[in-house]
């Protein structure tokens, strides 16, 4: 999927790093689940830091995880 705008009520960005490695959040990950799904729903795109459109480009997934 390809984002077309930023975050609003529907579409929440989340860093990578919020999700992989030592600086992994996955409280705030998870509270961010829960108050979506207790709204209206939306999409939670993984990879995407905040005001951006796009992954950074030096971005890489370690697939040894």
Same mark, same amino acid.
């Given at each position: =999927?390809?984002?077309?705008?930023?975050?609003? !009520?529907? %579409?929440?960005?989340?860093?990578?790093?919020? /999700?992989?490695?030592?600086?992994? &959040?996955?409280? &705030?990950?998870?509270?961010?689940? /829960?108050? =979506?799904? !207790?709204?209206?729903?939306?999409?939670?795109?993984?990879?995407?830091? &905040?005001? %951006?459109? /796009?992954?950074?480009?030096?971005? %890489?997934? &370690?697939? #040894? #995880?």
């Amino acid at each position: =999927m390809k984002p077309k705008q930023y975050e609003n !009520n529907t %579409t929440e960005y989340k860093s990578l790093k919020k /999700v992989d490695g030592k600086s992994a &959040d996955l409280k &705030d990950l998870a509270k961010t689940c /829960v108050c =979506m799904a !207790n709204a209206q729903g939306g999409y939670l795109i993984i990879g995407i830091e &905040d005001k %951006t459109k /796009v992954p950074p480009c030096e971005q %890489t997934i &370690d697939s #040894s #995880s």
